[in-house]
């Protein structure tokens, strides 16, 4: 005779498609759900930069985002990390949920960055009645799940094991096995991964192992470091833009050692990458030490408590000393800071992505 099975895992979104995950854990007295993310797959199909979603319903009519019955009755929801095919739009989610994020600070940062946005990513925050958390790090919280560290372009993400009545289940979200950064600073950033995890602890059994396979194998985009250096290089004598999504953070930190072992001045051009790296900086006193001597452009950016300032003018001076550090989508408006005239020909700029974004 068979015992009754406990654990029953559906696969809601993200089985054969890439990202918009969303799994729901049934148990004998509890229900979970990790992650809730927007498929983008099917986003695209309806809606562009003038055709906008008409609200939360048509989004969930749609199939782009989870159905209400998804979330009945449920202990929490478990985000992996901060991409929107992952977090998804909290304004989906029913009054008093419960919901646990992989940082309290960086998620503040996003509902400041999308509470007033005049397009659908207003959708983005949770209602107030939204009770969010912080996971529980390398120890089992009152759901009997732990997260567990990954490498990933957004920093930080976890994978999570739900330890179960009577199975045991590991679900890794997005992950990769190769660093872009040297050791010394994977090191700082990832004491410990979901590698060294199961390779300490090789009696912990899993009995169903959830895999987001997008990002196995080689980092596509960008080049790997070498050819970046060379690239560099060749470019010393003009001013360089690198443009990155501020949420890249292991590209941007990589990007401003570089150049900063070869010489640059780094200016940072960006509120949210500047709110972002201040954020990162207080919490690791190395990513600190890494920022000390860059600078934010006042013409820009109103804050930043780790930088030093500076204004167009002062790089118009003598460009070739600065590189600078612009958000991806809105590299058009740096542009528009600075007196053409002034430069040599031929400021190269570097557009830089580890993955697509919406
Ligand atoms: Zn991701």
């Not at 895992?9 to 729901?24: A, D, T």
């Not at 695209?44 to 609200?55: K, S």
């Not at 396979?213 to 070498?226: H, L, Y």
């Amino acid at each position: 005779m068979g015992e009754k099975i406990m654990v029953n895992i559906k696969i809601i979104q993200g089985g054969r498609e890439i990202g918009g995950n969303c799994i729901r854990i049934e148990d004998k007295d509890r229900i979970l759900v990790f992650d809730q993310g927007i498929r983008f797959s099917i986003f695209r199909r309806f809606f562009t930069r003038n055709i906008e979603p008409l609200g939360i319903p048509e989004l969930r009519e749609l199939r782009i985002i989870p159905s209400e019955k998804v979330f009945e009755d449920i202990d929490s929801i478990y985000i992996t990390h901060f991409h929107l095919d992952h977090l998804g739009l909290l304004q989906n989610l029913p009054v008093k949920t419960k919901i646990k994020v992989p940082s309290i600070r960086i998620f503040n940062l996003f509902e400041k960055w999308f509470r007033f946005s005049s397009s659908w990513l207003k959708y983005v925050p949770p209602r107030y009645s939204i009770q969010i958390d912080e996971v529980s790090l390398m120890k089992s919280d009152e759901n009997n799940v732990m997260a567990i560290p990954v490498k990933h372009s957004v920093y930080p993400s976890y994978g999570y094991i739900y330890f179960g009545s009577d199975e045991t289940i590991f679900y890794t979200g997005d992950f990769r096995l190769t660093s872009i950064l040297d050791e010394q600073y994977d090191l700082k950033l990832y004491e410990s991964t979901m590698i060294e995890y199961f390779e300490d602890n090789r009696d912990i059994r899993i009995d169903s192992l959830i895999v987001e396979g997008t990002n196995f194998g080689q980092i596509t985009t960008p080049m790997d470091i070498r050819i970046i250096r060379t690239l560099i290089k060749n470019m010393l004598d003009e001013m360089i833009i690198i443009a990155v999504h501020p949420l890249e953070f292991e590209l941007i930190l990589l990007m401003i050692m570089e150049l900063k072992k070869l010489g640059k001045n780094i200016v940072i051009a960006c509120e949210r990458l500047a709110e972002i790296l201040d954020e990162y900086a207080k919490q690791l006193p190395e990513i600190q030490r890494e920022l000390e001597n860059t600078f934010i452009l006042i013409d820009m950016v109103t804050k930043g408590v780790i930088f030093n300032s500076i204004d167009v003018s002062s790089i118009e001076d003598d460009p070739s000393r600065y590189a600078i550090i612009v958000d991806i989508k809105r590299i058009i408006n740096y542009l528009r800071l600075f007196d053409i005239e002034k430069f040599s020909l031929g400021s190269p700029i570097i557009m830089l992505t580890s993955e697509p974004f919406e």
